[in-house]
């Protein structure tokens, strides 16, 4: 089977896990600072900050940044749930404006028509690893006084040029925190995990609090009201700043992680040769898009998570679900990335969103599939896949 997407783990990797196992530190050890410095280093962030997973990055950042009731976050309808999910986790309401029709990312002309005064956020979604519009996205939001998040969980190690200029995701000033996945069908994987990077020292300090139950340790940060019979602050001594949760990434995970940002360049450059194989085999295909690239940044270094394609299915009279399943009756895994969030039904119950809410991810939506897309995936796999598309769109139903 070639399924859309599969984690790489080899030998080092195994290795740097059984080290830590079989030593003295199984949740918070060495490894979770190495990993985060050393993350920080590869996006050339000031700092990174490890947690359990990308869902709790999110969680986290806009607890950081004080969003809650009364705010409004606007994320992109094209995106997983976690994107959306995390400003009601905050009590916040998310929103949702439409996406540009080439990069599928959230279109900044959207954005400026659908602000309001109470939007406090934007979470810009990188999808299938495409730069969001980050300048654009962060001049409107800063100019409304409002943050700006970067859901980077399909963009590890990604890069754009602008202005002249090569940045690197994670490591750019249009993004207040930037948030990553490492859940095994991403860029690396820990399992499951995650990275906050951000260059703003009081937010970082805040996310490792928020982190661990919003406990602090450092005298520097204790007000003493935790403790008010003694004025004895011994090596026990901790206090409880603000409400926070069990985030923590484990030290054998982090060993993993570092282990796997070790092969990062491999990853992304086979992730890339595959796009160039596919683009050079589905070039002429009638009734099917190849994913596009955006001007408004030069993308020539994105990440490629996924290979995205729409299908004209209607004009080609085949359902997408005769096609998956026909596809998977031959060995090759697809997938639909993504229902437009707006859509869920606890979305449409909680906040009456509904149909032509963001007319271009709906439409995307009916048109998009997935084809496999992984590090291990050779040459001969993409041939296999693209031969066996172009047979099946091209036999008249
Ligand atoms: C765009 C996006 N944001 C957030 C998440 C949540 O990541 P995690 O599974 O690490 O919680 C995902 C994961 O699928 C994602 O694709």
């Known amino acids: 089977m070639i399924p859309y997407g599969r984690q790489s783990i080899n030998a080092d990797d195994v290795q740097a896990v059984s080290e830590v196992l079989t030593g003295d530190w199984l949740t918070t050890g060495p490894k979770v600072v190495e990993f985060e410095e050393a993350f920080a280093d590869t996006v050339n962030a000031k700092h990174a900050i490890a947690v359990s997973n990308a869902t709790a990055a999110l969680h986290l950042s806009l607890l950081a940044l004080e969003i809650g009731p009364g705010d409004r976050v606007i994320t992109s309808p094209n995106t997983f749930l976690a994107s959306a999910n995390c400003a009601a986790m905050v009590g916040a309401t998310p929103d949702f404006v439409d996406i540009d029709p080439v ?170 040769r595959l796009v160039a194989r596919y683009h050079q085999q589905l070039a002429d295909l009638p009734g099917l898009t190849l994913p596009g690239l955006h001007h408004a940044l030069d993308q020539s270094l994105t990440s490629w998570h996924l290979f995205t394609v729409q299908v004209d299915f209607a004009s080609l009279g085949r359902s997408r679900t005769e096609v998956m399943m026909t596809l998977r009756e031959q060995g090759i895994g697809t997938q639909v990335l993504y229902i437009p969030v707006h859509l869920q039904p606890w979305y449409r119950r909680t906040y009456g969103y509904g149909p032509g809410k963001c007319p271009r991810a709906e439409s995307f939506y009916q048109r998009t599939l997935s084809l496999p897309l992984y590090p291990d995936m050779t040459d001969d796999d993409v041939d296999r896949v693209a031969k066996t598309l172009r047979e099946l769109l091209r036999q008249p139903s």
């Open 103 to 272: 990069s599928y990312n959230l279109d900044p002309e959207a954005l400026r028509a659908g602000w309001s005064d109470d939007v406090r956020a934007v979470i810009a979604v990188d999808y299938a690893g495409q730069t969001a519009d980050m300048p654009a996205i962060a001049q409107i939001a800063r100019d409304h006084g409002a943050f700006v998040i970067e859901d980077a969980c399909h963009a590890v190690g990604g890069q754009f040029e602008y202005e002249g200029k090569r940045w690197r995701v994670g490591g750019h000033p249009w993004a207040d925190l930037t948030t990553f996945s490492f859940h095994p069908v991403k860029t690396m994987t820990t399992g499951e995990g995650g990275m906050i990077t951000t260059d703003d020292a009081r937010l970082a300090a805040k996310l490792r609090r928020l982190r661990t139950h919003g406990m602090c340790r450092e005298a520097h940060e204790f007000t003493g009201l935790g403790d008010p019979s003694l004025d004895e602050r011994g090596p026990w001594y901790y206090e409880m700043q603000d409400l926070g949760y069990n985030y923590r990434l484990t030290d054998f995970q982090c060993a993993l992680g570092l282990s796997q940002l070790a092969r990062l360049p491999a990853f992304l450059e086979r992730r890339r």
